[in-house]
Structure formats: structure tokens, C-alpha cells
């Protein structure tokens, strides 16, 4: 992104928005025995936006996520999706409430293609009559369908994703999560690890998915760049609550780092 501060853009939109959240979680506690990982963590995502959830290693980002996303039921605390509260405590919970996840390790089947793995698990089959089949030619179609919605054509639907670069999988990992039009995607570190215009291209593709009107959820600790540029709020969790909130196109690296690392003691510059 290379918009100016000062340019109005879609991003002075979402930060501001005081519409019903679509997914909001308030003072959120979680233990694992005697470590208390969540001390009363909050965050809200509303259609639109672009959440960047940062801090330290330890400081509860990837626990808050999994409460999310239904991986870990929270001890206490509120949960509401569209301002009703939801009772999310297992995955199947956050599917059927809309909520997507791409975890860090992809979950990708490197021997199989694009469209197998856009679909694994869950493939369009065939009635009991074929025995089942699966219906490549349906299913090719579908992701064909969805690619270019992403504007990701280019990508080969036949080549095991195994041969495909760190930004490719990246895309069909996000792709995959998507297919079947969830209302929040969560991200767990999506740019680590690829090259600066891998991360642009992704950046660029997470970006289209909340224009399209998703809201999304990123862990990353690419502060100087994805961060800065590429989100509209950020939440700094530390010691697992939120440490300070700003809006993302009002701050410099430098000062999420300090707020990260301890400074600014409870900023809100969020609104
Ligand atoms: N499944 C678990 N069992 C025990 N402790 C955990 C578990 N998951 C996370 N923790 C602990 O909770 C704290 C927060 O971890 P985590 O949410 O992974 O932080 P982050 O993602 O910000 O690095 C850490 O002290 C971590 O060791
Ligand atoms: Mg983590």
C-alpha cells in the first residue's frame, strides 16, 4: 500500500466505524494450568477491516485467535457475533458462525493440486448412485471461479502446490478459506517468510477480501511493513491484554515496537 496519511481512502472508513462489530470478544480470560495466557484481552472486528493483532512472543496473540476461532474455549468473558452472544467453543462452532482460519502451517497437501486442496475434505461428490465420485469437473470450475474473484488466475490449478512458491500456497491457503464465504478470516502470520513482493501480493489479496466486505484478523510481526501499511487498526496485546490500540495509518513502526516492548502505557489512539 502507498497511500498517503493524509489521502482520504477506504482506510479512514473502518477504524471509525461505529456499526454493530461482526465478531466482538471482551475481557477475555484462559489458563493452561498455573499460566494465565489471556488477562482480560478484548478485540472487535467489523466488515471491512483489517485487524493486526501484535506483541511479544507470550503476550496471548495466537491464544486470543484460537479462542476465535473456537480451537480453545475462553474460562470467562464475552463473545458476540453481530452483537448477539455466541457460544463458540469448538471449531465446528466457529465455522457454522462464519469464521474462517488460516493457520501458520498452511494445512496444505503439497502432493496435491490447487483445486484438491481447495476442496480437501470436502469435496463436491457425486450422488450415492456413482458411488460418490467426486466431481473434479465441478470442483475445477468452483476454484476456477474463486480465483479469479481473487484475482489469482494465474495460478496453476494442476501443479502439485508442493512445487509452488511460499507466496502461491500462501494465496491458496487464504483462497481455501474463503470458498465458502465465511464473514471473518483469521490470520496467523501470513507474510512471515516471503519476499517483499510475495508479501505485497498477499497483503494486496487480504486487502480485497475486506473490501469485499470480510472482516480479517492478522497476527503478524512485520510491524515496519504489513502492519504499518497494509492494516487499518492495530491491537498491541502484552502479559495477555491489550497494551494499546491505534489506527494504523496514525503510527510509525517505531511506536508500535515501543508499545510492544512497554512504552506507552495504555495508549488509545484508536478512537
Ligand atoms: N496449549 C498451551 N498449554 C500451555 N501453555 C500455553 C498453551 N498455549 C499457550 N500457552 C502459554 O500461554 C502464553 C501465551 O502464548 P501465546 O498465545 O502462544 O502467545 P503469542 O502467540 O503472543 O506468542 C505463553 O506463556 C504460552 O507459553
Ligand atoms: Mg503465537
Redesign the pocket.
Known sequence: MTAQADEPSARDGPATNSSVPLISLRNIQKS??S?H?LRGASVDVHAGEIVALV?D???????LVKVMAGVHAADSGEYEIEGRPAIVRTPSDATKHGIATVYQDLALCNNLDAVQNLFLGRELTGSRLFGGRIRRAECEVRAREVMSRMRLSNLSLSRPVGAMSGGQRQNIAIARSVLWKPKVVILDEPTAALSHSAAQQVADLIRSLADDGLGVVVVSHDIHHFVVNSTDRIEV?RLGANAASFRSKDVTGEMVVNAMVGGNEGVNLAG
Do not use: Q
Open positions: 493452561f494450568g499460566v495466557a506483541g512472543n507470550g503476550a496471548g496473540k495466537s491464544t496485546m
